[in-house]
């Protein structure tokens, strides 16, 4: 008898201990991130202190997020992935990792353009990737579009990163949605002989080889630009300040300047699925939006939310209306064609 008595006490104990780790789990997210800026720390901060919920980070590329989200299955503990390109956020749906959100007081405050007709994913914040060009050695005059960078007098002064960043394969992508495949290879074909040098760094080396006089112009996303005006250092200062920014494509008849999305999504399996809504509903608030545009330069995808003075300044523009899955639709064809014509 007394053996049964203990037994049955421990098994109440065990039974209180995982309803209390139950409770516990309930009280946090846990988030996939390929997002690589100081402000989302702050933003998860802020929605602790307002909701009492915990955020987990975990911090890698979109490749490597996938392939775990996959590997995990639906043992998987991530509730959210987060990306810096909408094409990562479409194969995500695609590979059946994610859950649809349908939820009317998240995309009211969102404008129509920037949302996901599968509903898959919810857009954070929106950037372009825009020119930059020395201000001492080129003519604005000089600049029209993406396609005019394929031209002779850009030989030997552009200067751009790797083909293995998605930045670049999200424009290219878009290149083939817009252009077709044979118009994008003859471009990459082009653009590969009027590099400055091989690719390498990242978006804010590109601006400083220019400071430095390697290169003429590049082709960099647009809040690295504010970032380096923004800068306590004073070499990205002085790489900011060498700079103009050029928004491509902006002609009546042109498609304008190629956007991308920073998104998140709700996993297939969401063990805290309240939860992870709720933060995007946090992220997509009117305050949060505000947070995001003072501090990354990027802009909300609520037009009611101004951007930064910085990015102000660089004037409004005329954004390719392209379908933004159409830049993981044409991944691909986008890796096939850097390969086929040595960007490396
Ligand atoms: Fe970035």
């Not at 201990?17 to 989302?40: F, G, M």
């Not at 080129?138 to 579009?145: I, P």
């Not at 552009?158 to 471009?187: F, K």
Request: aromatic share 8%.
């Amino acid at each position: 008898m007394r053996k049964i008595v203990s037994k049955l006490k421990f098994l109440l104990f065990v039974l209180i201990l995982t309803s209390c780790q139950n409770n516990q789990k309930s009280n946090e997210i846990n988030i996939y991130s390929q997002r690589h800026y100081a402000v989302d720390e702050l933003q998860y901060e802020n929605f602790t202190k307002e909701t009492g919920i915990k955020v987990n980070v975990t911090k890698a590329n979109a490749d490597e997020l996938i392939q775990r989200m996959k590997i995990e299955g639906s043992s998987s503990p991530a509730d959210l992935f987060i990306t810096v390109d909408v094409g990562k956020l479409w194969q995500a749906g695609d590979m059946d990792l994610l859950q649809k959100i349908k939820d009317e007081t998240i995309t009211a405050g969102i404008d129509s353009e920037f949302l996901d007709p599968n509903n898959y994913w919810i857009p954070l914040t929106y950037r372009s990737r825009v020119v930059v060009f020395s201000k001492e050695r080129v003519d604005v005059n000089d600049l029209s579009t993406y396609e005019d960078l394929a031209s002779e007098k850009w030989k030997n002064r552009l200067l751009i990163r790797s083909s293995s960043n998605s930045y670049n394969q999200a424009l290219m992508s878009s290149l083939i949605a817009n252009l077709g495949s044979d118009v994008a290879e003859d471009w990459s074909t082009k653009i590969v002989s009027n590099l400055a040098r091989e690719p390498k760094g990242n978006d804010r080396d590109q601006v400083k080889a220019i400071a430095s006089g390697q290169g003429d112009i590049a082709v960099v996303n647009s809040y690295y630009i504010g970032l380096l005006l923004s800068s306590e250092k004073e070499e990205e200062l002085k790489a900011g300040n060498s700079v103009g920014v050029f928004f491509p494509n902006q002609a009546e008849n042109q498609r304008g300047a190629h956007i991308n999305v920073s998104g998140i999504a709700l996993t297939k399996n969401a063990p805290n699925r309240e939860n992870a809504i709720k933060l995007i509903s946090f992220l997509t608030s009117k305050s949060a939006q505000q947070t995001y545009v003072n501090n990354t330069y990027e802009y909300s995808v609520n037009s009611s939310v101004e951007p930064n003075e910085i990015v102000k300044n660089w004037g409004d523009f005329k954004k390719d209306k392209l379908d933004l899955n159409m830049l993981g639709v044409k991944r691909n064809e986008a890796i096939r064609i850097f390969d086929k014509t040595g960007w490396k």
